[in-house]
T-cell receptor, first 114, second 113 residues
Framework: QQQVKQSPQSLIVQKGGISIINCAYE??????FPWYQQFPGKGPALLIA?????SEKKEGRFTISFNKSAKQFSLHIMDSQPGDSATYFC?????????????FGTGTLLAVQP | NAGVTQTPKFQVLKTGQSMTLQCAQD?????MSWYRQDPGMGLRLIHY???????DQGEVPNGYNVSRSTTEDFPLRLLSAAPSQTSVYFC????????????FGQGTRLTVV
């Protein structure tokens, strides 16, 4: 049972375009929603995170949009660059963001073509 | 600044063998976790710890044991390896305060034949 559903599985975007990755969750007890970026052969690294009392958070070219009523959140990468090519995971946790118990989506492989 | 260090990076085991995956962090983090990553399934939590002497099961604990005798170390033991345990294993640590970043190691790629 996948508690956090992520789509699409893979995504190809042209350089300068907008990359959008979507996630949906079932458990309304989730209260922390991070996105992780993973390059081949490396461990995931935190990209950006949001709490459910905020509808949007922006850090540079990366924005999380959060819709609490729909139980959905998404990652937008503006002006996508070839260096953004990686696998992106959404995640969720409860208990005030206990980051030792993250529930991950299945991942999106992003390829940004030059 | 080492962060989270996992050893070994690669390992091949025969079915039925046992082994320990090592994880050490030098950030004095209270929270540590083990995840396995399989194609199309994301990362799934195996076991976690909220401090020395305290461990608990995650989503997929069967076939694995953990212990936390020190803040720094959180080894993962495979009791009797099975081909279904072929995966990439990641150790992570976090400070333990609300909504803090989890830092991941570089992973151990395990193949059970």
């Amino acid at each position: 049972q996948q508690q956090v559903k992520q789509s699409p599985q893979s995504l190809i975007v042209q350089k300068g375009g907008i990359s959008i990755i979507n996630c949906a969750y079932e458990n309304t007890a989730f209260d922390y929603f991070p996105w992780y970026q993973q390059f081949p052969g490396k461990g995931p690294a935190l990209l950006i995170a949001i709490r459910p009392d905020v509808s949007e958070k922006k850090e540079g070219r990366f924005t999380i949009s959060f819709n609490k009523s729909a139980k959905q959140f998404s990652l937008h990468i503006m002006d996508s660059q070839p260096g953004d090519s990686a696998t992106y995971f959404c995640a969720a946790s409860i208990n005030g963001g206990a980051t030792n118990k993250l529930i991950f989506g299945t991942g999106t492989l992003l390829a940004v073509q030059p | 600044n080492a962060g989270v260090t996992q050893t070994p990076k690669f390992q091949v085991l025969k079915t039925g063998q046992s082994m320990t995956l090592q994880c050490a962090q030098d950030m004095n983090h209270e929270y540590m976790s083990w995840y396995r990553q399989d194609p199309g399934m994301g990362l799934r939590l195996i076991h976690y710890s909220v401090g020395a002497g305290i461990t608990d099961q995650g989503e997929v604990p069967n076939g694995y044991n953990v212990s936390r005798s020190t803040t720094e170390d959180f080894p993962l033991r495979l009791l009797s390896a099975a081909p279904s345990q072929t995966s990439v294993y990641f150790c992570a640590s976090a400070r333990g305060v609300l909504n803090t970043e989890a830092f991941f190691g570089q992973g151990t790629r395990l193949t059970v034949v």
